[in-house]
Structure formats: C-alpha cells, structure tokens
C-alpha cells in the first residue's frame, strides 16, 4: 500500500514569513512528486513538480526533494493571506493512470 | 481554454435514485480519473481510464460505475447512491506520458444523498 503522509495542521504563519510543508512517501521507486494547493471548496491546482533530488524554485515557491530519506517539502517564501490554502502532496510510482496518490493534505493559515 | 468541465456542481437525491455525474475535457487528454474526497481522508481515487474503452478500479471503487465510450468524456454512474457516498467528486484528465506534470481537475461536484 502505497502512503504520503503530511502533517494535518493547521500550521499558522506570520505574513512574511516563510512556510515550511513536509511530506513524507512510502514507495521507494516513486518517480514525480507534485505539490497542489486547494482552496476551501474549489479543486486542487497543481504548482510546483520536483523529479530529482535537490531544490527547485519557482516564484516565492521552493520544492526540495530527498529520495534517500523519501521526503519532499515545499518552502513558500514572504508569505501572503492569499497563500491560506490546504497544500496536497502528491506522488507518483509510474504503472499509469493509477499511479498518483495523494496525502491528506497541510492547512496554512496565514496570518496578516 | 483548456478545462475539464463537471455537471451538476451540486445534487442533493434520495438513497437509491440512479444519478449520473458527467466529465468532459478539451484538451485531448488520454487519462482521465475519478477521485472522492472526504474530510480527514482526502482524495481517493475511484475509477480511471487510459484511454477509449480501457477503465480500472481505483482505491475505492464500491458502488460505483463508469464508462469511457468517447475520449473527451468520462461519466461517473451511482445505480445506487446512499449516504455513504456523500462527498465531493473530482475528475481530473491528463497526458499520457506526462507522469502527471499536466493534470488538470474538474470543479468538483458536492454530492449530498439523503
């Protein structure tokens, strides 16, 4: 069975300040990993995707992966209200359309 | 616009009454999924398909039917809906050979079955 676990929060933020998200995996031969970010009642929307293992940046956005250690995390720098969402970890262990699979998802709360 | 179009948004039915939650996409997408989501379960994958006439079982397929007869289509089928099956209902499409860098949701439809 296949797991992502994430800490549920709610992880409260200043304004400014920078988010931290974790998010552990439990396939070792897990190929592509996502972060989405969903607002309460709207769909998730896919913004940061990370394959190898270091940083990637985009924005005020920073995915960090560790496959040795099976950790992926996204840093989200000067934090903004508008960035209060639940943030969905999501993997994927190849096979096809089957292969995705989700945590349970991180509440930020943003707080001005 | 590329999107992934969901109908109805909202339905609130009776246990048993047969309901049919359609999925359409613009973007030619081979894979296509459907996904349930709870509170403190997240999403769950029902059903998906690879393609035109190829579906699976996702994580929790039970009481649930689908059909891929077009590719930009894919209907979700509840013969028998209880309240169980209250949720929020997600479809998503994406390209195949991806690996899902390019997936896109529905806007969900709010099931409530009484």
């Known amino acids: 069975q296949k797991e992502v676990e994430q800490n549920s929060g709610p992880l409260s933020v200043p304004e400014g300040a920078i988010a931290s998200l974790n998010c552990t995996y439990s396939d070792r031969g897990s190929q592509s990993f996502f972060w989405y970010r969903q607002y309460s009642g709207k769909s998730p929307e896919l913004i940061m995707s990370?394959?190898?293992?270091g940083d990637k940046e985009d924005g005020r956005f920073t995915a960090q992966l560790n496959k040795a250690s099976q950790y992926v995390s996204l840093l989200i720098r000067d934090s903004q209200p508008s960035d209060s969402a639940t943030y969905l970890c999501?993997?994927?262990?190849?096979?096809?359309?089957?292969?995705?699979?989700f945590g349970k998802g991180t509440h930020l709360i943003i707080q001005p | 616009e590329a999107q992934v179009t969901q109908n109805p948004r909202y339905l609130i039915t009776v246990t048993g009454k047969k309901l049919t939650v359609t999925c359409s996409q613009n973007?030619?997408?081979?894979?296509m999924s459907w996904y349930r989501q709870d509170p403190g379960l997240g999403l769950r994958q029902i059903y998906y398909?690879?393609?035109?006439?190829?579906?699976d079982k996702g994580d929790v397929p039970e009481g649930y039917k689908v059909s891929r007869k077009e590719k930009r289509n894919f209907p979700l089928i509840l013969e028998s809906p209880s309240p169980n099956q209250t949720s929020l209902y997600f479809c998503a499409s994406t390209l195949q050979g991806s690996s899902y860098n390019e997936q896109f949701f529905g806007p969900g439809t709010r099931l409530t079955v009484l």
């Open positions: 990370i394959y190898s293992n």
């Open positions: 973007m030619n997408h081979e894979y």
């Open positions: 999501a993997v994927y262990s190849g096979g096809g359309a089957d292969g995705l699979t």
């Open positions: 398909s690879m393609n035109v006439e190829v579906t």
